[in-house]
DNA sequence: ATAAATGCAAAACCTTTGCACGCCT
DNA sequence: AGGCGTGCAAAGGTTTTGCATTTAT
């Protein structure tokens, strides 16, 4: 909980209970939650909170680096603390998204680029199928 | 143009002519339009299509598989008539959708339903950075 | 003390939906 | 003739914005 704060501080963010709470729940999560999860699972502890304050907080954090945006392909984006670039694996069935942590795309970003002549600064990689529980059903 | 309604009638699609105008020209672009730059560039052959028909004509096609849906983190989706995977790159400066067309992605898919125990179907790859003619700038 | 964050409400934006009308088969 | 597609307007859902108040530094 002590370190929320500090990681904010450092990134020369205001520490607020808000944020704290915010950038807590998706340090400690790997449910990778949209800003209305969020906003709905710190209502008991954090029930004057509004939505916007959550948008808001969430653009903070982005801007600061210190989370992602995710666009899964649904209508609303989900958020993740682990800001080192990996893959997301989608499962249709039960919509739950993974990290893989994997080597597979080691050097990948440095080959497109030779290949390409872009400049690469990051990559989104999304996988899509069902997940081993989904698949056991 | 008449084996884009070829195409739709072998989806089973009714033919229309804002359906052939809209996958007509998905098909003879590489700029990966949002559904509202679709629209405005049709509105000088077709100015009585609304943007609901876009919006219909899209997920009909995007149901028969003629057109795939892109999220690159804008607000709107881009569309792409080249539904073969295939990764894209976005240029940060200019946002330009640009195709990737390589084979540094082979097996790739393979290897991480083999890592994951995922039943993989489909993946969606982006590339965020700064394109050759930006880079001159 | 100052500047920034919060909370509320309203607005903006993209996308979807309902329904009457017209067109394709 | 029947069903599906179209166009219009309205609604829905997510995200942003403005502003007065509160809070962190």
Known sequence: MK???ELLKAKGLKV???RIAIFHMLCNTVEHPS???IYKSLQ???PTMSLATVYKTLDALKKAELVQELNVGEDSF???AKVHSHPHLICLSCNHVYDLHTDLLQDL???VAQ?????LFSEKIYFYGICPECQKK
């Open 115 to 119: 290949d390409t002549d872009f400049e």
């Open 35 to 37: 800003a209305e999860t």
């Open 109 to 111: 970003r440095e080959k």
């Open 78 to 80: 989900r958020y993740d």
């Open 3 to 5: 370190e929320v704060a």
């Open 16 to 18: 607020t209970p808000q």
């Open 44 to 46: 008991e502890t954090h």
